[in-house]
């Protein structure tokens, strides 16, 4: 351990041992938590806490103290909602102690002064934190501090039903080779699309379905982009990047899928109801989605075969300029500013005991999610457990994530907004982006570096 380190270290001891003293006295403490994104399959994003606070307590026994810790749970499982609640919360000062929210909140809801560093109140060189996977800490960091603790990780692959590949020609070496062949280069978006008209052809699945991307929203996209060479920040200045070609590439493959015919121009806004009746019924030819979706299939939707209906792969490439992507979208525990001090100490050892391997592990394989540390990938139910071991090894290691930066939102929003005009047939390609990038340049001006 360096020496800033060890005084980092003394310094939280001292402030544990100080909240100690206060519990003594304090014996009753309600510590509320919100979770976005959240529903059956996700609860031990809060069961976590409540299962923490349990041992908190049980050690204050332990130590001759009286300490009894109320855990508030409440969960939102549409984001818009969710992040709606939490501003209007933070306005009027009642935000909850915990928020469990996307790491891309953390440069918006740092700078509103909604968020406390989390790094003050715990030490990331002792157990269980000092085995999480450093890539998940960076990514729940912004402008030098870590302000947040990575709930879980996962990845976004794409997905192919074997017996439409079989359908149409396809053996089942071949489907085995799929994924290498993806990673390699050799299958390519355009390569999807051509399976797709053809299971269309065959009749094997309706027209429109042969290629069933995600309905609405969201971080999917931009693998797409970077599966045409985009990237989202630059690597010299760190500044954010809008690549022109990567993103007209990208607006014309949509485009060109809806003129194959094998996703309708009308298909954004599809209900999600609708969407996983049709992948998990073996209605969809190919499509792409979040590892946490088998699980959904699972209990939800009666899927029984996951190994033996679906092959997964990494998002292709969708020209040479590009590469086979995937991108994870950590959740993250954040302290907010409600409270104490010695309040966010308290929320802060909970989340710490919460991120203890096994206790995480049971969220990652509940939810399909993948580990958060190198503890928890050898704990039992997840060493054991064949999807979240596969995802792991498979997808995890080309993970890439969005930026924090809170300027993103801007280029995000404006990206979907051109996505949707050139889809839709709304604007030509070229029109829809230049549309974006007078959008960006008009609300960010030189804070994005545009290629």
Known sequence: MTVASFMKSATLAAALLASTAVLASAKDVTIKVWAGGTGPTNDYRIEAIKMAADILEREAVIRGEELNVTVEGQTWTTWDDFKQAVTLAAESNTAPNIIVSGHEDIGTWSQSGLLRPVEDYVDFDAWPLNQLYPNLIDVASFDGRVWGIPQDAESRPFFFSRSHMKAIGYTDADIEALPGKVESGEYTLYSMLDDAKKMQDAGVVEPGKGFMPRPSNGTDYWQFYQSFGGEMTDRESGKLVLDRQALTDMYQFFVDAVEKGVVPATYLGTTWDSWHDAVAHDKAGIWHGGTWHKAEWETKWGLTDFFGQMQYSLIPAGNEKGRANTITHPLVYLLSTTGTDDD?????????????????????????HLAIGTAEAEIPLYANDRWTTVATEALLPHATSLPNDPDFGVVWKAMYKGLEASWTKTSPVADAVSGVESEIKATLGDKVVIR
Do not use: D, Q
């Open 344 to 368: 966010a100490t308290i929320a802060a050892e909970l989340i710490t005991i919460a991120s203890e391997p096994r206790i995480n592990a049971l969220h990652a394989v509940k939810s399909g």
